[in-house]
């Protein structure tokens, strides 16, 4: 059993997650908006949170950013939105949340991504501390500021900085679940050019894995056919080629 925070404004939301998390054995905790979520957050740190981005007084990406600054994403949170953007979904994912719901959430997918979410709690529970840094000895050199964020731990669900480049660009690497294949997307890339590159990339991948079939691949998207088709046209991605390579 786990102890799940739910935080989202909308109550036959948090009743319908309160219900399904409690029926596979979890202990849930509702909070309806920011303020809530921080009294539940202050009282413990859950095993998961399940949080809303579009809450009326503070929204869920700034909630986040509150957490991660104050050092309290000690714990996993998956991002729920049925009107968020890929740059709003790639945003939370850049300060810390595991992962992103899109509403409608349909039942197998809540339940894998919470899975997924108390695994990699465990994961991180079960590995081994790192030895404590040595204390900051103030002096006249280094500044208050900087002392004090030298000696904070980073949050244990803080993104890590990409690597650098040979040409001192940032890159992002991606590798295909156990198939060893990689990708390599810059950081450098002008936002439009860098989403488009992460979708041709997502979208060869599971072409690939599928062996072009674009029944699967839509399935495993999660989008209709016809709009799979469009999104293909629309980046250049050739489901005949990738389908001969998958073959």
Request: aromatic share 4%; no cysteine; net charge negative.
């Amino acid at each position: 059993m786990a102890n799940i925070l739910v935080v989202d404004d909308e109550m036959g939301i948090r009743e319908l997650l309160s219900e399904i998390l409690g029926d596979e054995g979890h202990a849930i905790t509702l909070a309806e908006n920011a303020q809530q979520a921080r009294e539940a957050r202050a009282a413990g740190a859950p095993d998961l949170v399940l949080l809303d981005i579009w809450m009326p007084d503070t929204d869920g990406v700034t909630l986040l950013k509150e957490w991660q600054r104050d050092g309290l994403l000690t714990m996993p949170v998956i991002m729920m939105s049925g009107h968020a953007t890929i740059d709003t979904a790639v945003e939370a994912t850049r300060i810390g949340a595991l992962n992103f719901l899109e509403k409608p959430i349909a039942l197998q997918k809540l339940l894998k991504a919470v899975q997924q979410g108390l695994t990699r709690a465990q994961e991180v529970a079960r590995a081994p501390m790192a030895p404590p840094r040595p204390a900051v000895v103030p002096n006249t050199t280094m500044p208050a500021m900087e002392a004090a964020t030298a000696a904070a731990p980073a949050p244990m669900y803080a993104p890590q900085a990409a690597p650098l480049a040979p040409n001192g660009s940032r890159l992002v690497h991606a590798i295909s679940q156990g198939e060893g294949t990689g990708y390599t997307l810059s950081f450098d890339l002008p936002l439009r050019e860098a989403r488009d590159a992460f979708e041709r990339m997502y979208f060869e991948h599971h072409l690939g894995r599928e062996g072009g079939s674009m029944t699967r691949v839509a399935e495993k998207t999660g989008l209709e056919r016809t709009h799979l088709y469009r999104k293909l046209k629309q980046l250049g991605v050739e489901p005949g080629k990738l389908a001969k390579k998958g073959g």
